[in-house]
């Protein structure tokens, strides 16, 4: 049990500095440096047109080679993307910096949760991971706060000198990787042959299970498409509440307040066990749909309260989702179906992010 409080203990950890950033705001950073919202929803579009192309693989090597290892490339590809950012001086080296923060994304992103599952269930804790699931979005809402409220701070200090302090938290994050332990993944050791059979198999079996389980689909679109809402809104409010006229010292203060939206939501949903999924996305959905609506008001605080709803919303479902989607998988594909959950969130970013990107330049 105490070997299970420390693997948690160090997933959080890892998490935190994975969140923890100088340039949180890097939609504020890249209009300041003179990219317009149009070329900014482009590198939006790079990142999830990668997320498209390499959630999946990472998801069946993750359930392949072991979670711990993908987790520590996923680190690995974070620092590679920030020393990119650190050089360019055109969009083309910032859509390559984008695309590795979200080859960074895609190797964390099912092998965090599949670890932490795997476990939970080992030591027969299964059920605290809706606890855990709360627990790591707020650190993720939190961490972004805090690091979003270092916007100002960025912006004065330049963006170079911002990334190459995300650098030295990605050093610090691959450090923390090597800590874990495995709980899944079982390719160790096999020749080619046998590892090529082991992706195919882990493929086949995780899209074999998709098609008989049509409530895992509908519940992956039901939260990607909140979540894409959510996300398109958040990064977009970073340029518009400037150009609401609120002031650059505020910013920081302002994003870091839609953050707490989103910890309340992790948290006021474990309170909700007993209502109907149906009606806790409804009511999300109408929260999110609120905040876009807010958006367009032309007051900054207004525009600030807007997107404190839609993170409320968000990650309340995220929540609620999660649990009930872990509780479904089978534990040797659990990384490549929370993977196929990322890839659907991606497939509806890369169609709302261009849309985004004109529909947010418009008061």
């Not at 590679?80 to 984008?98: D, F, K, Q, R, T």
């Not at 004065?156 to 302090?165: D, P, S």
């Not at 923390?176 to 096999?190: F, K, R």
Request: hydrophobic residues 50%; charged residues 15%; positive net charge.
């Amino acid at each position: 049990m105490f070997q299970i409080r420390k693997q948690i203990q160090r997933l959080y950890l890892s998490s935190a500095l994975g969140s923890l950033s100088l340039t949180g705001a890097w939609v504020a950073l890249l209009a300041a440096r003179g990219y317009s919202l149009m070329e900014i929803g482009i590198a939006e579009t790079v990142f999830h047109i990668t997320s498209l192309l390499f959630e999946l693989p990472s998801g069946v090597f993750a359930d392949v080679f072991g979670r711990k290892k993908m987790l520590v490339a996923g680190s690995v590809m974070r620092m590679i993307g920030n020393v990119i950012m650190v050089a360019s001086n055109n969009l083309p080296m910032v859509c390559a910096s984008i695309a590795f923060q979200a080859l960074s994304y895609n190797f964390a992103s099912g092998a965090d949760s599949a670890l932490a599952y795997d476990s939970l269930k080992l030591a027969g804790e299964e059920l605290y991971y809706e606890k855990y699931a709360s627990n790591q979005l707020i650190l993720y809402r939190l961490c972004g706060g805090v690091s979003t409220l270092c916007a100002g701070l960025a912006l004065f200090i330049g963006h170079r000198q911002a990334y190459c302090v995300d650098v030295l938290l990605s050093v610090l994050q691959i450090l923390m990787a090597t800590t874990l332990w495995e709980a899944g993944g079982q390719a160790d050791g096999c020749s080619t042959g046998c590892v090529l059979r082991d992706l195919a198999d882990c493929f086949c079996r995780s899209f074999a299970f998709l098609k008989d389980a049509r409530r895992a689909i509908g519940l992956m679109f039901c939260n990607s498409f909140v979540g894409a809402v959510d996300t398109l809104l958040l990064f977009f409010l970073q340029a518009k509440l400037l150009m609401a006229s609120m002031p650059d010292w505020a910013l920081g203060m302002a994003l870091l307040s839609m953050e707490l939206g989103g910890i309340l939501g992790s948290r006021l949903i474990l309170k909700c066990g007993r209502l109907r999924y149906r009606l806790v996305f409804l009511f999300m959905m109408l929260l999110v749909c609120a905040g876009v609506c807010m958006e367009h008001s032309g007051s900054y605080l207004i525009m600030t309260a807007g997107g404190f709803l839609a993170a409320l919303g968000d990650d309340a479902l995220q929540v609620c989702t999660n649990t009930i989607l872990q509780n479904m998988f089978p534990s040797r594909q659990r990384a490549t179906l929370l993977s196929v959950e990322s890839f659907t969130f991606s497939v509806i970013m890369v169609v709302l992010s261009p849309l985004a990107g004109a529909l947010f330049s418009r008061w």
